[in-house]
């Protein structure tokens, strides 16, 4: 029996029970209060409360005990006394697909990942079971860490096999992935063969009834698109109601554009599908009013804009069209958390730098906890154009993660958002549930299968990268695809004497 369909069985057999009706009672929520006339939105601190989930909704958010007439006969209640109780967060941008490349890109530039990592560079590389084992694991890595929505950009899509089997571990990892379709021209699936392929995955619809959903990706909008082929595409978005749109955006002296103005120009911007714009590096001032005038948003994938090199010279100034992702989770974190930290804290750096550039002293702390919390949470839910995600109030989708307010790293908190962006980590996450379902319980992944998954990802991850040690790294010499010539950054040294510490990285033949 194929790898895939006897996983598929063993799913079934070993899948969460059907949602009821959970209260999570006497804890702190970090819950959402809805605008008004006279206030904008903001989160709601409720303090020895209870959060009522009924089937995949948050029916109930009290202050204190729930009312006993409003709590369904056989519900189940789970003491969360000094524990806090959040929303999950939302990652915008990732490739799941390529968990088995962990720890091996960890000095890589841009340049160094589009020669060895990317979907160009992999493809034939990994069979459809690959594809399934490393999807599933990364999602389960996110989960783990209280992601409970990712937008997936599944540039594995090298084949009808490679397609479905990314698509099929998407919805059998319980989490709420929008599954987004690559269609790019490679070696040996042509445009048109995808196009066949996203039409036969659509219309089987095996998704239907789960958390995931079909999404489209395309990087091809500019700066010289194939207008019959961006017309093709983007019919098939309108044709199957795709749920967004993605598209990697690097602008300067990277040249991969599919810039706002590239998609505005084409008539497409301004359209009721959510499209999520990753990285945007070097993102213009006419881009960014495009974005706020057609409510459009970008992707900061915040510790791979350092990783890489591209950078985010600008995406501080259009934080109000801005949410939070990972990107190639194999390099580094895979949790929003600590994307989260990581930009709130460089964000305060570069404008406290700017003040202090002009030999003065800044008053006050230029950004907040609150909003760094925003990005990783309620933003995530409206660049996807889904305003019952990235939220704890009652109507919104039931995906919630509790942390240990007792832990090591906890233990005396008072503000339970400074707590959850500043101090806690995926260690302290106890519970993560998504559509009213635990994935993460008792600080561990509920999946019974999940010693099976583990055995049968690493011997592939321990095939897929020893072909790729034994490949010799890209020598980049001349100039970059845009035209733009190579040039070495200033190496750093943290030992002293003669010499380069830079260091080897220690890689085994098998793992």
Do not use: C
Not at 38 to 44: A, C, H, K, Q
Not at 333 to 352: F, N, V
């Amino acid at each position: 029996m194929h790898l895939i369909n006897l996983l598929a069985l063993l799913f079934q057999a070993a899948g969460p029970a059907a949602a009821g009706s959970i209260l999570f009672s006497g804890g702190t929520i970090i819950g959402f209060k809805a605008a008004t006339d006279s206030t904008p939105e903001s989160l709601d601190v409720v303090r020895n409360g209870s959060v009522l989930v009924t089937d995949d909704r948050i029916a109930g958010v009290f202050s204190g005990a729930a009312p006993a007439d409003q709590v369904p006969e056989g519900t189940e209640t789970v003491n969360i006394s000094k524990k806090i109780i959040t929303t999950g967060f939302i990652d915008t941008h990732k490739h799941g697909w390529q968990t088995a490349f962990k720890t091996l890109g960890s000095n890589t530039s841009l340049p160094d990942y589009f020669n060895r990592y990317g979907e160009f560079a992999t493809e034939g590389l990994l069979t459809a079971d690959d594809v399934y084992l490393g999807q599933l694991t990364g999602i389960y890595e996110a989960l783990n860490g209280g992601v409970t929505t990712i937008l997936d950009h599944a540039h594995h899509t090298w084949s009808n096999a490679t397609s479905q089997a990314g698509l099929k571990a998407s919805i059998d990892s319980g989490g709420r992935i929008f599954w987004a379709y690559a269609f790019h021209h490679i070696a040996n699936f042509t445009v048109a063969e995808q196009v066949a392929n996203f039409r036969d995955l659509a219309t089987k619809a095996d998704f239907e009834g789960t958390p995931t959903t079909l999404g489209v990706a395309y990087d091809l909008f500019g700066p010289n698109p194939d207008l019959e082929e961006v017309k093709t595409v983007m019919g098939l978005v309108k044709e199957f109601n795709a749920s967004v749109i993605t598209t990697h955006s690097l602008q300067g002296p990277w040249g991969y554009d599919n810039s706002p103005e590239d998609v505005s120009n084409l008539g497409y911007l301004n359209i009721s599908t959510p499209i999520v714009f990753s990285h945007a590096s070097f993102l213009t001032a006419t881009g960014a009013t495009l974005l706020r005038s057609t409510n459009q948003y970008i992707s900061i994938t915040a510790e791979s804009e350092m990783h890489y090199g591209h950078t985010h010279p600008v995406s501080h100034l259009i934080q109000d069209q801005a949410s939070l992702g990972i990107d190639t989770h194999f390099t580094y974190s895979s949790d929003i958390l600590t994307q989260a930290r990581l930009w709130l804290q460089s964000t305060r750096r570069k404008l406290y730098a700017e003040v202090l550039g002009r030999w003065q002293i800044g008053a006050h702390n230029p950004m907040s906890v609150n909003q760094a919390f925003l990005l990783a949470t309620r933003n995530g839910g409206l660049a996807l154009r889904r305003d019952d995600l990235g939220v704890l109030r009652v109507g919104a989708k039931a995906d919630l993660v509790v942390w240990d307010g007792t832990s090591p790293a906890l233990l005396g908190w008072n503000d339970p958002v400074a707590a959850v962006i500043l101090h806690a980590s995926v260690a302290d996450i106890e519970h993560v549930l998504v559509d009213g379902k635990f994935r993460k319980r008792d600080f561990k992944l509920v999946d019974k299968t999940y010693p099976d998954i583990q055995a049968k990802f690493l011997a592939s991850a321990e095939r897929i990268q020893n072909v790729l040690i034994e490949t010799p790294l890209p020598v980049l010499n001349g100039s970059f695809l845009s035209g733009y010539p190579y040039a070495d950054p200033l190496r750093v040294d943290v030992q002293r004497g003669a010499g380069d510490a830079y260091g080897e990285q220690f890689l085994a033949e098998q793992i």
